[in-house]
């Protein structure tokens, strides 16, 4: 029931099942988290769900804001490839994984607060996953069904960043990034944190690193060569003008919690302020942070930057025509 329940309502045509139950649009469930007809039809592409469909997902906790199956299952669809994506509420990785261990679970996403548990699972890491630390991908590879871990984070994150301080420059072309000898304060040293203090030291930023639990960040400093402060430290610490702020915490996600991880009135010193979080789009930072006169970047551009690799990851399919 509930969460738990929709990877046996969405698969059960897969697996065998006569049938699936489903509410109309606007109808009462009977049972708590029953789909609707519309959401299996449209979302889910359950007509075409088969024995020989191959299963992908979200690994994430909470998971039910992620808008990933809204954009993998239409991409899937527009190619003809045989392939579903749900959000999968999962508790433990590892149990997870030895439970969903057919061929047939080809491909994940993983969100917070897995990303670190998700590399201790995989039988091999891509390098660059392995230095930041944490995954974001991993694919089951289907002659010998091992798993193997990839980091795209870093590279839509980056990607984003750099976007938007193009944005905001004088338009001149360079080779060298827009975040070099940049001063970029990375919020958060968990997985997103991870990829992001990691990218932007290799595009030349100084990276400096907070997080509420200091050894943390201590640790993620050490491994990319960057600096730390405490968070009690982030409101009043002004070096310098025109700093990068990159939020990489759940702080913003829920819109009935008012609060931020840094001050209005702090952010006054950034240029562009970076706010890892997509549901909501416009979060209380990237508010304020325009209020203040910085330029935004929406998690939106992050996750729509890695989607194009992950798709390629996940059919061998060009992803920039897909998605």
């Known amino acids: 029931m509930g969460e738990k329940g929709l990877i046996s309502r969405v698969l059960s045509a897969k697996f065998g099942g006569f049938l699936t139950f489903a509410t109309l649009e606007g109808g009462p469930a009977t049972t708590p988290g029953q789909l609707t007809v519309k959401c299996l039809l449209d979302l889910y ?45 999962v508790e433990s990785v590892s149990d997870f994984l030895k439970t969903y261990s057919s061929l047939d679970f080809v491909g994940y996403s993983y969100t917070i607060p897995h990303k670190i548990a998700g590399l201790k699972c995989c039988d091999e890491v891509d390098p660059i ?13 289907p002659f010998d069904g091992k798993l193997i871990g990839y980091n795209i984070d870093y590279m839509g994150a980056i990607a984003a960043l750099e976007q938007g301080l193009q944005g905001s420059s004088d338009g001149s072309s360079s080779m060298i990034s827009p975040l070099s000898n940049k001063l970029m304060v990375v919020v ?22 907070t997080d509420s639990i200091i050894e943390k960040a ?34 913003g996600m829920h819109p009935n919690i008012d609060e931020m991880v840094i001050s209005k009135k702090a952010l006054k010193h950034y240029s562009l ?15 304020e942070a ?31 025509t897909s998605c």
Request: aromatic share 8%; net charge positive.
């Open 218 to 251: 201590v640790d993620l400093a050490n491994n990319i060569g960057g600096r730390v402060i405490r968070m009690g430290e982030l409101d009043e610490f002004a070096p310098e003008e025109g700093m990068i702020l990159a939020n990489a915490t759940p702080v």
């Open 45 to 89: 592409n359950f007509r075409q769900i088969g024995a020989d469909t191959k299963v992908h997902g979200v690994i994430g906790n909470p998971i039910s804001h992620s808008k990933s199956p809204h954009l993998y299952n239409a991409a899937f669809q527009s190619v003809g490839f045989n392939g579903v994506y749900l959000h999968l509420l």
């Open 188 to 209: 958060g040293a968990g997985g997103a944190g991870k990829a992001l203090a990691y990218g932007g030291k290799t595009k030349g930023a100084r990276v400096v690193i």
């Open 273 to 287: 302020v970076f706010d890892a979080i997509y549901t909501p789009k416009l979060t209380k930072l990237l508010k």
């Open 290 to 320: 325009q209020n203040s006169g910085a330029t935004i970047v929406y998690g939106t551009e992050m996750f729509i930057n890695q989607a194009y690799i992950q798709f390629e990851n996940f059919t061998g399919l060009p992803g920039e």
């Open 129 to 141: 996953a392995k230095a930041i630390g944490a995954i974001s991908c991993m694919v089951r590879r």
